[in-house]
């Protein structure tokens, strides 16, 4: 069934398929069936769409109202730590080297990667040199954001020395064609590690030490999903961070 309420908010505001795609980052034949055959677009999506035409998200998609069944687990969810020092490291680094396109990495420091496992810069060129695309996202030392998480997590002013350690350790790599390397100022609910469809997300809780937060290993199964929420995140702190230019 058509969704009148959608084409007549559209019509009122001018907005054609391909404005409104291009503003909500959808094909315009999504839009266009969101329209003709009354499709609900996911609720993240429904929701910028609402406010881009300034209208109200569930007199546009009613659906929407209704409360999804809880799962008792979500088929994406491969495994879940109690907290990130039961994982060896050795994971991490098994993890990225099976990447063959993608490898995403969004911390404030993670120095543990390095000082564990000395190879992850070779390990990363491999990647690259193999035609994976790897951007890593780094806390910026000298953002308030970064600073207020070390009083956080009880760091105090370690946390921004060890963004500076986390950079000195990545620098290597600025400039390897396939590999960016960037600075941001978000405020991180997460640390995301991906490869490829495979996600490690190390939560952050209110003063606890990321160290001693929970781990859950993410398998993408289909759009939509949990791990789309989080690569959804990743898209958008990096649209954000600053490129760490290469010296000399």
Excluded at 42 to 65: I, K, M, N, Q, S
Aim: with cysteine; proline share 5%; glycine share 6%.
């Amino acid at each position: 069934m058509p969704n009148e309420r959608l084409r007549a908010v559209m019509a009122a505001g001018g907005w054609t398929y391909a404005s409104l795609a291009a503003k909500t980052e959808v094909d315009p034949k999504s839009i266009e069936r969101w329209v003709n055959l009354g499709r609900t677009p996911r609720r993240a999506t429904a929701l910028l769409a609402a406010e881009t035409l300034g209208e109200d998200v569930h007199a546009l998609w009613p659906a929407l109202r209704q409360p999804r069944a809880a799962r008792a687990v979500s088929p994406e969810l491969v495994a879940l730590y109690d907290q990130r020092a039961d994982i060896p490291v050795s994971a991490f680094a098994d993890l990225l080297a099976q990447a063959q396109e993608r490898i995403d990495v969004l911390v404030y420091a993670a120095v543990f990667l390095h000082e564990a496992y000395p190879r992850l810069n070779d390990l990363l060129r491999e990647r690259a040199a193999e035609g994976c695309t790897i951007r890593i996202a780094l806390g910026d030392a000298d953002s308030e954001i970064v600073q207020a998480r070390g009083q956080e997590e009880r760091f105090g002013h370690g946390i921004e020395s060890r963004c500076r350690l986390a950079l000195m350790h990545y620098s290597p790599l600025i400039g390897t064609p396939g590999i960016e390397v960037r600075t941001h100022e978000t405020t991180l609910y997460n640390s995301l590690y991906r490869a490829d469809d495979q996600l490690l997300v190390n939560a952050h809780i209110w003063g606890v030490n990321a160290y001693g937060a929970p781990v859950w290993h993410l398998r993408r199964s289909g759009d939509g999903g949990m791990f789309d929420t989080y690569a959804e995140s990743f898209n958008a702190v990096w649209a954000t961070a600053k490129p760490v230019q290469q010296e000399g």
